[in-house]
């Protein structure tokens, strides 16, 4: 027995380094962010084209840059986070509004998560508006960048590699949950849209080119935004990839402000706060290092957007007024007033429930896409933006009792990908982006008008 138990131990130790040889740690994908790389796989498609600056009250460009499931305190106790703060805000009261990721990403891009409780294959109907729909009204240019996505405006649920950080067998490193716009068909389907969601590889010919856009949105890949790793290892990538950027011009300059956040925390049990910094030139040089304990969501990051280039509002989570905080020295700047929610005021509300929100991707709780609230007040004082075919009249009130689709054995009607795919189309250079009915390609113009319509599938109506 105890000859057996010698070799066991003997095993068990000499496994070990096997064991820790098997731990991912961090790899530049590429020689620098300015550079292309064949890990990011999708090669660049040219150089975006944006129409003229559009000058901002605050800022003339707004960078969100998404990390992965972190407690606030395991981001507090990051030594590259720390040093970061220093540079600029300390956003120590801004909460994620829902789990898990995709909601999140949702409701940072369109007001709104639609009920969702899940991080599986949806999308949303042509007649749904999001952020973009407001940039481009406001001829504001805007992009998305996904770290390893295959190819420009690619619709997929994800999409596996050769693993460049081991060298060898494979790895997911793109998921289309951390990517809010391409789920929604009034992107995917625009072909001029669509393409304006971009890889790294693009990103690199952006920036050598000086063309980033004024609105941007940037997701790492599953190991650099710690979804796969740690916030250590986000560290390294924030140093490798963030920190050179901070002193480029064409990322970075005096009218440039960059939103560093999660999507959610990772402990459910309490509220989502998520830690939070707004970097970038454009913070004033007085408020470089301090702490703002405001109560922000991911829906300040739109009421902030609408404030500084006084944009229309999407009538959802963007107009409810206590979660649409507009960052503050923007909000002084804009003449917006928030709503006095700060710290631990009891005022603030929990976010970390999920599951037993209605919605149109909640097939146990089952609504059609409602209307936007019209008579919402946005902070860009402009209205609220109502996308062509939707009802106006279609609102959360109108639209009866929730139905559990599941327990009538009916599929989801949004389910699973109601995107072109764009994988084997050459389009260029991405140009500026302008929806148009002209746009909308042949092969989902059937679906279009369906959703238009209306239709009803198992006695639910969908708008």
């Known amino acids: 027995m105890q000859s057996k138990l010698l070799a066991l131990f003997v095993a068990l130790v000499c496994a070990t380094p096997a064991l820790a040889a098997q731990a991912q740690v961090f790899q530049p994908p590429a020689s620098s962010p300015e550079s292309a790389s064949g890990n990011y796989t999708g090669q660049s498609n040219g150089t975006i084209s944006n129409g003229p600056l559009v000058s901002g009250k605050a800022f003339d460009r707004f960078i969100q840059i998404w990390l992965e499931n972190t407690d606030f305190a395991t981001a507090a106790s990051s030594p590259v986070f720390q040093n970061l703060s220093k540079e600029g805000i300390l956003l120590d009261s801004f909460y994620a509004v829902t789990h898990p990721s995709e909601p999140n ?171 939070t910094l707004v970097l970038g030139g454009g913070v004033p040089a007085h408020l470089r290092g301090t702490t703002d304990s405001t109560y922000y969501t991911h829906y300040s990051a739109l009421s902030t957007v609408e404030a500084n280039w006084e944009l229309m509002s999407l009538g959802r989570g963007d107009t409810n007024a206590t979660l649409n905080n507009v960052l503050a020295f923007v909000a002084n700047a804009t003449g917006w007033t928030n709503n006095g929610l700060a710290a631990n005021a009891s005022g603030i509300p929990l976010t970390n429930l999920t599951g037993d929100i209605p919605g149109p991707l909640n097939s146990q709780f089952y609504l059609p896409f409602p209307a936007p609230n019209v008579n919402g007040k946005g902070a860009g004082g402009k209205g609220v933006f109502v996308a062509a075919g ?62 238009m319509a209306g239709v009803v599938l198992g006695g639910v109506m969908v708008l």
């Open 105 to 275: 990403y949702l409701a940072a891009v369109a007001g709104d998560f639609w009920g969702l409780a899940d991080d599986a294959f949806y999308h949303a109907p042509q007649n749904i508006s999001t952020i973009v729909d407001l940039l481009d009204q406001g001829n504001v240019s805007w992009a998305s960048y996904q770290e390893n996505m295959p190819s420009d405006g690619f619709t997929g649920f994800n999409y596996t590699q050769a693993d460049y950080i081991t060298g060898h067998d494979t790895y997911t490193y793109y998921v289309r949950k951390h990517n809010g716009l391409i789920i929604h068909d009034s992107v995917a389907n625009v072909s001029s849209r669509a393409h304006r969601i971009r890889n790294f590889n693009d990103f690199a010919a952006d920036l050598k080119a000086d063309v980033i856009p004024q609105w941007v949105f940037v997701t790492p890949n599953l190991v650099n935004d710690a979804h796969d790793t740690t916030i250590d290892f986000t560290g390294d990538w924030l140093n490798y990839w963030l920190v050179p950027l901070l002193g480029e011009a064409a990322f970075n300059d005096n009218r440039t402000l960059i939103l560093l956040t999660f999507d959610e925390n990772e402990t459910y049990t309490v509220n989502n706060r998520i830690y």
């Open 390 to 451: 939707l009802n106006p009249s279609a609102t959360a009130d109108t639209l009866g009792a929730p139905v559990n689709l599941t327990a009538l054995g009916q599929t989801n009607p949004w389910s699973g990908n109601g995107g072109i795919d764009y994988t084997n189309t050459s389009a260029g250079p991405a140009t500026t982006s302008k929806a148009s009915g002209a746009a909308v390609t042949v092969g989902m113009r059937a679906e279009l008008l369906v959703v």
